[in-house]
């Protein structure tokens, strides 16, 4: 969920932008921080010699939104309360609750 919110948020800028993302994923903020992501890409979205990456499509679609702008990825410790963190996770879990929720095309993809 956080990975494809990130995604979205970039992916809805217009206009190449300088973009502070803060997430409570140190998973989604280490991958393209520390260059993990453009790692596994690299080799094939391979995270190593025997381990694929999980959900390539997605973090395809990060980098390629990332290349868009110029953008810091910060970390927030979740459920500490942080007004705009806990903003974000109810707005994720109405959306997760909505009977409108639209299915992922890439779920399930591995490469």
Not at 14 to 26: E, F, G, I, Q, Y
Not at 49 to 55: H, L, Q
Not at 60 to 86: I, P, T
Request: charged share 25%; with cysteine.
């Amino acid at each position: 969920m956080e990975l494809l919110a990130a995604i979205v948020g970039l992916e809805a800028l217009h206009r190449p932008c300088k973009v502070v993302l803060h997430s409570d994923s140190r998973y989604v903020v280490d991958a393209i921080s520390k260059g993990w992501a453009t790692r596994w890409r690299h080799n094939g979205w391979m995270r190593n010699k025997k381990d694929a990456a999980v959900n390539p499509d997605l973090w395809q679609r990060l980098l390629d939104a990332c290349e868009q702008h110029s953008v810091e990825f910060r970390w927030v410790r979740g459920h500490s309360g942080n007004a705009d963190n806990e903003l974000c996770d109810q707005l994720a879990r109405a959306a997760a609750e909505s009977s409108d929720l639209l299915p992922d095309p890439g779920y399930g993809i591995n490469h």
